[in-house]
């Protein structure tokens, strides 16, 4: 299994300066233990390329991705052109994730229309694909036509040098787009997930990866969860509270993603159960919802022959890299947390 890591628990969207030189040392050093990617998250605090933008020049092997952006904050157009420039930046080192995201979000913050998200992220790949070959941006689909018909515009080829090496992974949950990422993605960026019952996920990326003609070791399987040594028990709470939030508040009761992975998954009465007492502003209820077991199955948690075991089930399920949250209250900390959770990898890998 390769590893990975995310900053966004490390200070990069506080926007105060003094978090920058921590946050680009804990990754730094993470590059010097051994780790193969680094993603950065956009949700509603920071945007995930600046950061990205500038690890470029603090790193030298890692790879950088953005886990994910968002497609609807930005033209496929504008999204070919910063890729490109990071790739260049990076020595060929970024990663294009992508979701689509929710209508909270989308609609509430951004003021876009959450409407055919799947079509829209397939046609956002057609125009990436475009660009990232060199030719004329000329399309014609239901929610992007480049040029616009009715006016002065004309196809554009972006004035960078093509680029085809540049990897996309996507962010998504739905069969539907399950499917799109075994089609076409270089990766999945995996959410919501139990290696128990990772199934769920993987038979529709596998289906659309048999539809393409390819195959499940063309998709980086991408997923992980906190790392944290100790006694099990106190860890708990924390992940709970995640775990409700995303299942009751990360959307309505008739469109949020991650409740519905999770009834596909088989948690049907968790998911109903958390979401029906966060709507109803119960969210301590909420959280104790969340059984204790499954809360632990999200993580690697516990002694190092628990985490080695969870590390297996993961391997066991077709995850090809693991994305590890170490816990620790300070960055010496959190780096210390990697390193032993790294070891445990390397273990697995020589298994």
Not at 140 to 165: F, H, M, Q
Not at 169 to 188: N, Q, V
Request: glycine share 10%; charged share 25%; with cysteine.
């Amino acid at each position: 299994m390769r590893t990975a890591i995310g900053i966004d628990s490390v200070g990069a969207y506080s926007a105060r300066p003094r978090d920058w030189p921590q946050m680009a040392q804990f990754v730094v050093e993470a590059e010097r233990m051994g780790v193969d990617d680094c993603y950065s998250i956009e949700a509603w605090g920071g945007d995930a390329i600046t950061p990205l933008a500038y690890l470029a020049g603090q790193t030298e092997r890692i790879r950088l991705g953005t886990g994910i952006a968002q497609i609807s904050t930005r033209v496929p157009s504008m999204m070919a052109m910063t890729a490109l420039n990071l790739a260049a930046i990076s020595n060929n080192r970024f990663i294009l994730g992508l979701g689509v995201s929710g209508p909270q979000v989308v609609e509430g913050l951004h003021g876009v229309r959450f409407a055919k998200p799947l079509s829209r992220l397939r046609e956002y790949m057609d125009i990436l694909d475009l660009a990232f070959r060199g030719e004329k941006l000329e399309y014609s689909g239901s929610t992007y036509v480049l040029p616009l018909p009715d006016g002065d515009g004309k196809a554009l080829r972006i004035s960078l040098a093509a680029n085809r090496e540049i990897p996309i992974y996507l962010a998504t949950l739905g069969p539907k787009g399950l499917e799109l990422t075994g089609e076409r993605a270089d990766g999945w960026l995996g959410t919501s997930f139990v290696a128990e019952t990772a199934d769920s996920f993987l038979d529709p990326i596998r289906a659309g990866a048999a539809k393409a003609g390819r195959s499940m070791s063309d998709i980086d399987i991408q997923v992980g969860g906190r790392l944290e040594f100790g006694d099990v028990g106190p860890m708990l709470p924390a992940i709970k509270r995640r775990m409700a939030f995303s299942v009751g508040a990360m959307g309505s009761t008739d469109s949020n993603f991650y409740n519905a992975a999770y009834r596909r998954a088989g948690y049907v009465e968790m998911a109903e159960e958390v979401q029906g007492l966060w709507q109803a502003g119960r969210q301590d209820d909420a959280i104790a919802a969340v059984p204790d077991e499954l809360a632990a199955k999200t993580g690697f948690l516990g002694t190092d022959e628990m985490v080695l075991d969870r590390l297996r089930a993961y391997r066991d399920a077709g995850v090809n890299t693991v994305r590890l949250d170490p816990a620790g209250e300070t960055p010496t900390e959190r780096l210390d947390t990697l390193s032993r959770g790294l070891d445990l990898v390397r273990r697995i890998n020589a298994e």
